[in-house]
């Protein structure tokens, strides 16, 4: 599609985007720079607490084991996060670099390895002795298989989710706080979505980027493809005077195998730390935001064998998240299978947060009439996916049942 040029002349939107979690606010934002008059709706508001975007912070790296496509995705969203950032005035990212505890040499960190090094994304292998002097808080096992993305970092994920929505509305976007439904239907386009009070709000397209309440907005077509769970996070106070967990001295690091992953003391929030298996079926909306016994029981042993002056020291804040899993843990960024004019944005599936600018530009060039490209075939509705979310996880902490911690 392209703009009408009404903007500013009254009048229906062109778009109309559900949803301002990373991938809408961001979707909302690129659209009114290509000249869409748009208008972002969220239930909540952009960055609250029950959105999968609504965590203090997120991890960007550009490590997928041997795919390609996702590093290129997430060095191209880096480079607006960046950029936006500094012209927002808001350090929205970290460059606190990612540290990778791998436990083999042939193993998802040995792919991503190779990968980097073909894309020309900066990594380094570091032995043992040089990981143990250089971050002296982490316990390294003998035979660790250690990676070092310097580039990387963490995001400031709320803030930055809310930033990117009020510069959307700072450069003439309209923003509706609303519950939202899709509307009438007509010869196979969306006419309008249903507000909260009964208004209709009517548009040339729409974008659901609902996250994890895609699957209640679509359910004939998302309820099997997308799960919902509820995802345990931890943040360990380190002792008083402690600094080493602090973001000049810990990068953000990833146990790929034991699926366990972390971000230092931001801002002196503590060192947050979260066991990445996939927790009960959860209700975005009524779930209550409270850890589970079991979940902190793993986080602890986990600290304490990973980062031993932890061990003794208290969990002073926690977040409950969830993760809205496709199968295949790839995203869907795709036209609804009966709405020509509609297009849905979700799947998160625990890694879309860094990529919510390059999926925002993916979107509204899709919108515009750019074909599918080699690779992003992946995000579609009606791709063939088989159960497997190695691109974010070893499949080994998976099937144990995470007894090893
Ligand atoms: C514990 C945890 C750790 C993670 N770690 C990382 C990481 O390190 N790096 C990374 O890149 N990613 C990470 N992710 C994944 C990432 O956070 C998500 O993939 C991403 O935030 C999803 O964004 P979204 O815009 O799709 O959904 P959301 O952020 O959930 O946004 C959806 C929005 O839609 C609104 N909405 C829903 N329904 C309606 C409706 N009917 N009407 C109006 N509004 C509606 C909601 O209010 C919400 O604001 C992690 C996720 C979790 C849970």
Not at 260 to 278: C, M, N, Q, S, T
Not at 284 to 301: K, N
Request: with cysteine.
């Amino acid at each position: 599609m392209s703009g009408r040029g009404s903007r500013g002349s009254g009048g229906l939107p062109d778009l109309v985007v559900v949803g301002a979690g990373t991938m809408g606010a961001w979707t909302a934002f690129w659209a009114n720079r290509a000249g869409l008059r748009t208008t972002l709706v969220d239930a909540w508001g952009a960055g609250h607490p029950r959105a999968t975007s609504g965590d203090e912070t997120r991890i960007i790296r550009s490590s997928y084991g041997d795919d390609a496509l996702y590093a290129r995705w997430s060095r191209a969203a880096l480079a607006h996060w960046r950029r936006f950032g500094e012209e927002w005035g808001e350090p929205l990212f970290r460059p606190v670099g990612t540290l990778w505890l791998g436990h083999r040499p042939d193993g998802f960190e040995a792919a991503s390895l190779a990968t980097l090094r073909s894309e020309g994304i900066p990594v380094e292998q570091v032995a043992v002795d040089e990981a143990r002097a250089r971050w002296p808080q982490v316990a390294f096992e003998d035979d660790a298989y250690v990676l070092f993305e310097p580039e990387a970092g963490a995001l400031m994920a709320r803030q930055g989710t809310a930033a990117v929505a009020r510069a959307f509305e700072r450069e003439g976007g309209a923003f509706e706080l609303s519950p939202a439904r899709p509307g009438q239907a007509k010869d196979g386009r969306l006419l309008d979505v249903v507000l909260g009070d009964g208004r209709r709000l009517g548009a040339g397209a729409f974008v659901f980027a609902a996250g994890p309440w895609l699957p209640r907005v679509f359910p004939e077509v998302l309820g099997e493809l997308i799960r919902v769970t509820k995802q345990d996070v931890f943040f360990f106070g380190p002792a008083g005077g402690d600094a080493s967990f602090g973001p000049d001295r810990l990068p953000t690091w990833v146990d790929y195998d034991a699926a366990f992953y972390g971000v230092p003391a931001i801002d002196a929030r503590g060192a947050k730390l979260a066991p990445d298996r996939y927790g009960p079926v959860f209700d975005p909306s009524a779930g209550e935001r409270i850890v589970d016994p079991d979940s902190t029981r793993l986080a602890r042993a986990y600290a304490a064998r990973r980062f031993p002056a932890l061990a003794a020291q208290p969990i002073v804040e926690t977040r409950v998240c969830q993760y809205e899993m496709t199968p295949d843990a790839h995203f869907i960024l795709d036209r609804h299978p009966d709405l020509a004019n509609a297009w849905i944005a979700g799947g998160g599936s625990g890694h879309a947060f860094k990529h919510g600018p390059r999926i925002g530009e993916y979107l509204v060039g899709r919108l515009q009439g750019a074909p599918v490209g080699p690779g992003e075939e992946r995000f579609s509705v009606g791709t063939k996916r088989v159960d497997d979310a190695t691109l974010r996880t070893g499949a080994d902490a998976m099937a144990s049942g995470w007894q090893g911690y």
